[in-house]
């Protein structure tokens, strides 16, 4: 008995529209709309829809035998709701069959389990809870951008209370090991971890329609032989891509998805099933435990987080967007909140790789740039732009420390202010019933009795004098005003 | 292997890119071993480096019988060639040519410049060529640039060896498409009778096969290298006290560099930053008309014109720039990007230059396109890790651009003409 782990990625970044040193400080708006609308609806046409199509008459067809998982990001959600709805509900008709499983990542796409562990955390939840929202299931496996992994990232992951992660086959970490098993992380032993089978994935996402290839064309009947052909105890073959390889990579011309569909039927006939990463977690133990020191990932040659991180270029860019982390989480508006995942997504990165070989070719295969420091440019003028915007709801000079303490003032005064008007309005209310109108009500302005109630409330007097003193300075958050004109 | 080359300069003594290309390739072929290059110019100084190729003067080169002994010879021409060489020439003169105005040795004077009655000039250089050709052993002729190719066919026609071409430049390129008739016939002539054509780039490439109909598999492409640049100029460093980003233009101020795009972008840029100064290094019949524009559009307290910079003064420019600039509208290759790489300043060139083609590590605008020059610019002077990576990516590209590999091109390619 063998089982085929399937699982597909969607994930479409918010596009940087031509941003000019001009517009820094003058235009907060980043995005090139048109370019996003125009590819999601085209990849959607022609890959997305038909494979949910096809995956929902194969679920129907295998009397639930056929299981697959997904992991969808927050920000291709987001397209996907606003240019192609029916995408959703397909998708939600398709869990609704109970044969699909959601994983769980960063909401953006970020890199932020190499740069910002709060951030990270923070995304997943985002991410995990937008999967509820829409879906009604809770992500119990996780799978990082990219599938970027190390050690550092499994006690995360762990710690955040999932019970696997997904991650690639790096022969560096690997060795001579098979990734046909399920292992354990070295740093969280608990967590399982599935390994993408890259030969046996990339077939399909990459060789599937290329005639010079020596297995073409591949046909699923060949395909289970191979899967078959596997040693004994190799049991597992987790079969990872994006979901475009599905009628985009690998046109619908090729015949792909009839290979796809025609897989139940040969795994049947050599009883291999197929099962969601969950299923598998629960029904295998782990051979070993794999000890990643370093970040892995599954794109180009060395399987590492160059692509994203390998120059100064990216190297820059990344550090500027996460040096001011902290301070976005302390803002509260929420268009800095909404732009701030968006940066993060990490294709920005991707297209300012400066890999010229052929491994790299990939890199400019899907840049809307014509070079990398083209990419560059635009990226940080966008983000020069959004830092202003952030020093403008809190200055640099504050740090971040002194800055959560007013905060946290200010937001306890506010409590207070609200609570004490609540108990004048409950007295007010009191006196009118009890004075039987003797009183005139509108004489009092509603601040005096404000003050005058104080002495008797004051509760906290220490408290009183600390919060006088930031009552001055809270110019900074008052500025919110001015900046919300601009939606 | 012997090849007889004709050009029309050759370092030190340069007016432009051609000089420094003729000099890199034959170096560079000389560096690949077994080549004896015989390197013929209008008028050496005695100066010229020698290792590598023996330079015959056609102002040295007798086109009329005089009878003069070895020490005439030797205190007229001695520090330039070998005398006993002035009399193995003398033995070839094929024709009378007493009716030219010839010199006291009867050789025609040549200016070795790009003087007024040039066409005259480049007539004289092909009947020199008649002389030399019947003197020197070759296997093969290479001429470089629109020039030597009457003297290139002339001695072709003598010896009866393949001729090559080396277009570094065509009238389509100096002219922005206004080409001068007779200009083009020299060039199309000199393409009709090679063996075979060599451009500097696939845009000169093109024009060959294009402009002047010429069939693709005559035409080759070998693209310009640069010569390594000594430890003297590489630790030139920029002027102390400087505070604010320079962004240099160097060359001739004229339509075919596109000055007025780098102006234009200029002023974009100096809008909106402060700290940044604009040099534009050259001369050229457009300069006056740049600082009236630098003027018109309010940056001239920020724009700099220094006139035509020479020699060392060249590497000082661009030891004290931040960004170099090369907007040229057409360029067959254009070699002053790479220096200005090597001297690790990051660089900005058009697309419709012929070094773009080869080059990975520089941003690449169009020429007309001033708003992505100027957001190029704010970038590199904004953002240091643009900075550095151009410059430190750029340095080591540009290191792997040798002329050896140009030559070792060049000498495969007479292998194959030879052995037709």
Same mark, same amino acid.
């Given at each position: ?7 597909f990625q969607i994930h479409q970044p918010f596009r940087l529209k031509h941003y000019r040193f001009f517009d820094i400080g003058n235009d907060h708006y980043y995005y090139d709309d048109f370019a996003d609308d125009d590819i999601i609806t085209r990849i959607a046409q022609r890959s997305y829809l038909p494979a949910n199509e096809m995956l ?432 | ?117 040039l066409l005259e000039e480049i007539n004289n250089y092909s009947i020199v060529a008649g002389v030399i050709a019947r003197t020197v052993d070759c296997d093969i002729i290479h001429s470089h640039d629109w020039l030597t190719y009457p003297a290139g066919i002339h001695a072709k026609q003598v010896t009866g060896k393949p001729l090559v071409i ?35 780039s696939n845009l000169t490439r093109r024009t060959v096969i294009e402009k002047y109909g010429i069939s693709p598999d005559k035409v080759t492409t070998v693209h310009n290298a640069v010569e390594p640049l000594n430890e003297e100029l590489l630790n030139l460093e920029a002027p102390p006290g400087k505070t604010s980003k320079v962004i240099t ?9 596109? =000055?007025?795009?780098?102006? %234009?972008?200029?002023? /974009?840029? *100096?809008?909106? &930053? +402060? ?5 534009? @290094? $050259? ?100 953002? =240091?890790?643009?900075?550095? %990576?151009?410059?430190? /990516?750029? *340095?080591?590209? &540009? +290191? ?5 590999? @140009? $030559? ?13």
């Amino acid at each position: 008995m063998k089982a085929i782990c399937f699982y597909f990625q969607i994930h479409q970044p918010f596009r940087l529209k031509h941003y000019r040193f001009f517009d820094i400080g003058n235009d907060h708006y980043y995005y090139d709309d048109f370019a996003d609308d125009d590819i999601i609806t085209r990849i959607a046409q022609r890959s997305y829809l038909p494979a949910n199509e096809m995956l929902l008459d194969m679920i129907k067809e295998n009397g639930k035998k056929f299981k697959v998982a997904f992991s969808i990001s927050g920000t291709a959600l987001e397209q996907l709701e606003q240019y192609v709805p029916e995408f959703i509900d397909s998708m939600k008709e398709l869990a609704a069959t109970g044969c699909v499983e959601f994983l769980s990542e960063t909401y953006a796409h970020s890199l932020s389990s190499l740069y910002d562990p709060d951030e990270f955390v923070a995304q997943v939840k985002a991410h995990d809870a937008k999967i509820f929202q829409l879906f009604g299931q809770k992500p119990k496996v996780f799978r990082n951008t990219e599938l970027i992994y190390d050690d550092d990232i499994a006690s995360m992951v762990y710690s955040m209370g999932f019970k696997a992660a997904i991650t690639a086959d790096a022969k560096h970490v690997l060795g001579w090991r098979s990734p046909n098993f399920l292992y354990s992380s070295a740093s969280a032993p608990k967590l399982k971890l599935l390994l993408k089978n890259g030969k046996l994935s990339d077939d399909i996402s990459f060789r599937f329609s290329n005639p010079e290839w020596a297995s073409y064309p591949l046909t699923a009947d060949k395909y289970i032989h191979w899967i078959n052909e596997l040693p004994q105890e190799e049991q597992l073959v987790n079969l990872f891509m994006n979901y475009d390889a599905l009628g985009e990579l690998q046109p619908r011309e090729s015949g792909i998805f009839e290979f796809i569909k025609a897989l139940p039927r040969f795994a049947a006939e050599s009883d291999i099933e197929f099962w969601t990463p969950s299923e598998v977690v629960s029904k295998f133990k782990p051979v070993a435990e794999l000890a990643v020191p370093y970040p892995m990932s599954w794109t180009d040659e060395a399987r590492d987080t160059s692509a994203w991180l390998g120059n100064t270029l990216q190297q820059e860019a990344v550090r500027k967007l996460y040096s001011i982390g902290e301070r976005v989480r302390l803002c509260t508006d929420r268009r800095i909140k909404q732009d701030w995942n968006y940066l993060q997504a990490s294709d920005h990165f991707f297209y300012m790789s400066t890999k010229h070989n052929d491994d790299g070719s990939v890199h400019s295969h899907y840049s809307p740039y014509d070079s990398p420091y083209t990419a560059f440019t635009n990226y940080m003028n966008v983000l020069s732009d959004f830092m202003t915007r952030v020093e403008e709801q809190y200055p640099a000079s504050i740090d971040n420390e002194e800055l959560n303490s007013l905060l946290l003032t200010i937001r306890n005064q506010e409590q207070e202010i609200e609570k004490l008007h609540r108990e004048v309005e409950m007295m007010r209310n009191n006196i009118v019933k009890d004075t039987t109108g003797d009183f005139p009500i509108d004489e009092p302005e509603p601040a005096a009795p404000a003050v005058e109630e104080k002495p008797v409330e004051k509760k906290k007097p220490a408290k009183k004098p600390a919060a006088k003193k930031p009552a001055a300075k809270k110019a900074p958050a008052k500025k919110k005003a001015p900046a919300k004109k601009e939606k | 292997m012997k090849a007889l080359m004709f050009g029309w300069e050759f370092p030190p003594h340069i007016l432009g890119g051609l000089g420094t290309a003729s000099y890199g390739l034959t170096k560079g072929m000389w560096e690949n071993g077994d080549m004896d290059i015989t390197f013929v110019i209008p008028k050496p100084w005695g100066d010229e480096p020698k290792e590598f190729a023996n330079i015959i003067g056609a102002n040295c080169t007798p086109v009329a019988w005089r009878d003069v002994n070895m020490d005439y010879v030797q205190s007229r021409i001695g520090k330039v060639m070998d005398p006993q060489f002035y009399f193995d020439l003398r033995n070839h003169i094929y024709g009378d040519f007493n009716y030219m105005s010839t010199n006291d040795l009867g050789c025609i004077e040549f200016s070795g410049r790009y003087p007024e009655n040039l066409l005259e000039e480049i007539n004289n250089y092909s009947i020199v060529a008649g002389v030399i050709a019947r003197t020197v052993d070759c296997d093969i002729i290479h001429s470089h640039d629109w020039l030597t190719y009457p003297a290139g066919i002339h001695a072709k026609q003598v010896t009866g060896k393949p001729l090559v071409i080396h277009v570094h430049a065509t009238d389509f390129d100096r002219s922005r498409g206004n080409v001068n008739p007779t200009v083009f016939s020299i060039e199309k002539d000199g393409m009709n009778n090679a063996d075979h054509i060599i451009t500097v780039s696939n845009l000169t490439r093109r024009t060959v096969i294009e402009k002047y109909g010429i069939s693709p598999d005559k035409v080759t492409t070998v693209h310009n290298a640069v010569e390594p640049l000594n430890e003297e100029l590489l630790n030139l460093e920029a002027p102390p006290g400087k505070t604010s980003k320079v962004i240099t233009f160097l060359g001739r101020i004229t339509m075919q560099k596109g =000055p007025e795009y780098f102006v %234009e972008a200029a002023a /974009q840029v *100096l809008h909106k &930053v +402060n700290n940044a100064q604009f040099v534009m @290094a $050259g001369s050229g019949d457009m300069m006056d008309k740049m600082i009236r524009l630098a003027a018109k559009r309010d940056i001239a307290d920020r724009f700099h014109f220094t006139g035509f910079l020479k020699g060392k003064q060249v590497y000082e420019m661009l030891a004290a720039s931040d960004v170099y600039i090369m907007p040229s509208v057409s360029e067959p290759f254009g070699i002053s990007p790479l220096e200005a790489m090597q001297m690790g300043v990051p660089s900005i060139i058009s697309k419709q230059s012929g070094c773009a083609e080869i080059l990975d590590n520089v941003i690449k605008i169009d020429y007309w396109d001033t708003n992505a020059m100027a957001d190029a610019i704010y970038s590199i002077i904004k953002y =240091p890790a643009m900075y550095n %990576e151009l410059r430190e /990516q750029g *340095l080591a590209e &540009v +290191n792997q651009i040798t002329w050896d590999k @140009a $030559g070792a091109k060049v000498i495969n390619l007479y292998r194959n003409l030879i052995n037709r």
